[in-house]
């Protein structure tokens, strides 16, 4: 069964750097989400991307974030300057699009646990 | 109007009994309702959906209650087993927008 992979399982950084998430979405996925889920808390959404451009991003996707598909298979989020609250999972999820315009299911990674210390 | 309010925040069942987790909604545009499951140290996936066509969906021990009117869909485990036990987010979304997810809910399921 296709699945969605992400990479690394867990990030360790210091803050103020930079780090990369990769998400590998299932193949012919159209709609590319990130979510990140604080310790206990509910999963949040950050950003939805289709068609190479970001569709709806959320307030805590500032200037600090960014996404891009960088070569039709792979979908990273980079943090530019890590702050200690930006330590969460970090789920990737992909949806294929019906031709009515609708979504379908968005299927989860297993997530990256980023610590920033 | 985002907001999705889900209850309870934890569940203890006994085995063979069953769990309900409620969910509200807000914003009358919402076409999709997923329940996801997820364990600990793993992602969401996804467990049953409705859409609000429907008044109920089941597959399998899971049950999908969906009311229209009072903006209120449920979730309903039969025979819940201790491989239950996990925590329940219901989420809500309109057309490929992102999901909203609701604050979970901790199921423990007891022999």
């Known amino acids: 069964e296709p699945e969605v992979t992400q990479t690394p399982s867990h990030q360790v950084t210091q803050m103020g750097q930079e780090v990369i998430l990769r998400c590998v979405p299932i193949?012919?996925?159209?709609?590319f989400y990130w979510y990140r889920q604080i310790l206990g808390q509910k999963v949040e959404f950050l950003v939805s991307?289709?068609?190479?451009?970001?569709?709806?991003k959320s307030e805590i996707f500032d200037d600090q974030f960014s996404v891009e598909r960088p070569d039709g298979s792979n979908f990273t989020l980079k943090i530019r300057s890590t702050k200690l609250e930006d330590s969460a999972m970090y789920f990737c999820?992909?949806?294929?699009?019906?031709?009515?315009?609708?979504?379908?299911?968005?299927?989860f990674g297993p997530g990256t646990r980023l610590t920033v210390l | 109007q985002q907001q999705v309010k889900q209850s309870p925040q934890s569940l203890i069942v006994q085995k063979g009994g069953i769990s309900i987790i409620n969910c509200a909604y807000e914003?009358?545009?919402?076409?999709?309702f997923p329940w996801y499951q997820q364990f600990p140290g793993k992602g969401p996936a996804l467990l049953i959906a409705?859409?609000?066509?429907?008044s109920e969906k089941k597959e399998g021990r899971f049950t999908i209650s969906f009311n229209k009117s009072a903006k209120q869909f449920s979730l309903h485990i039969m025979d819940s087993q201790p491989g239950d036990s996990a925590t329940y987010f219901c989420?809500?979304?309109?057309?490929?927008?992102?999901?909203?997810f609701g604050t979970g809910t901790r199921l423990q399921v007891f022999p």
């Open positions: 914003n009358t545009a919402f076409d999709y």
């Open positions: 409705i859409r609000p066509d429907v």
């Open positions: 193949s012919n996925h159209l709609y």
């Open positions: 999820a992909s949806s294929l699009i019906w031709t009515s315009g609708s979504a379908d299911e968005q299927f």
């Open positions: 989420a809500a979304s309109k057309g490929t927008d992102k999901l909203i």
């Open positions: 991307f289709y068609n190479n451009e970001i569709s709806e």
